[in-house]
């Protein structure tokens, strides 16, 4: 979730929590490695669970929700050149959500 929802959701428990506080919160976890950033071109960083693993996105284009997906297309390494040497991979869906779908 991006830092102004997260902001949000903590000034429920802490009121007078400044968005500071938050951010200084976050890059400490980062560092600890508990959670870490999620970038989506055009949106703020969103942040989430690190130990959740390997997993992929897919961006709502109407409410602009992410969410995760839990399957991997695992084989898609093969599509590097040959002698390339790929280390990690990104994959974001675009679309509409089932609420948006609907609609
Ligand atoms: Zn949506
Ligand atoms: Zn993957």
Do not use: W
């Amino acid at each position: 979730m991006p830092i102004e929802e997260i902001h949000q959701m903590a000034l429920k428990a802490v009121p007078s929590l400044g968005i500071a506080t938050v951010y200084r919160t976050l890059k400490s976890l980062l560092e600890e490695g508990i959670i870490k950033t999620v970038e989506l071109p055009g949106q703020p960083v969103h942040y989430e669970e690190a130990h959740k693993g390997h997993h992929h996105h897919f961006f709502c284009n109407s409410c602009h929700g992410v969410f995760e997906l839990e399957k991997c297309p695992g084989d898609i390494h093969q599509l590097a050149p040959k002698r390339f040497q790929v280390t990690d991979h990104e994959i974001i869906l675009y679309g509409a959500c089932a609420d948006c779908a609907k609609s």
